[in-house]
């Protein structure tokens, strides 16, 4: 059982940055691979980015590659997620995710537990 604690939302302006931060319980954090995932209103839950166990592959949305970083202390038992050059269309609440997977990590269906979520939200 893991539960996933995410915090660092908030208001910032359009070309703005943040840093979310997602704390996890439990001693095996290090087997889990973490994903970042965001619903804006009307909007089904997205994929952002995820990282594996160790770090050693990492993978990102389109609409975010370039401009989001995912990384993961797990000495700390957390995953960040930095993101820079904010767009009004970043605007969500975003959840993490963890899943005992290693391959498709991009697929939402796959991850086992959830937080209950930070809002983002970005004005223009």
């Known amino acids: 059982q893991v539960q996933l604690v995410e915090s660092g939302g908030g208001l910032v302006q359009a070309g703005g940055s943040l840093r979310l931060s997602c704390a996890a319980s439990g001693r095996t954090f290090s087997r889990y691979a973490m994903g970042w995932f965001r619903q804006a209103p009307g909007k089904e839950r997205e994929f952002v980015a995820a990282i594996n166990w160790n770090g050693g592959s990492i993978y990102y949305a389109d609409s975010v590659k370039g401009r989001f970083t995912i990384s993961r202390d797990n000495a700390k038992n957390t995953v960040y997620l930095q993101m820079n050059s904010l767009k009004p269309e970043d605007t969500a609440v975003y959840y993490c995710?963890?899943?005992?997977?290693?391959?498709?990590?991009?697929?939402?269906?796959?991850?086992?537990?959830w937080g209950q979520g930070t809002q983002v939200t970005v004005s223009s």
């Open positions: 995710a963890a899943t005992l997977r290693s391959r498709a990590l991009t697929e939402r269906g796959l991850y086992d537990y």
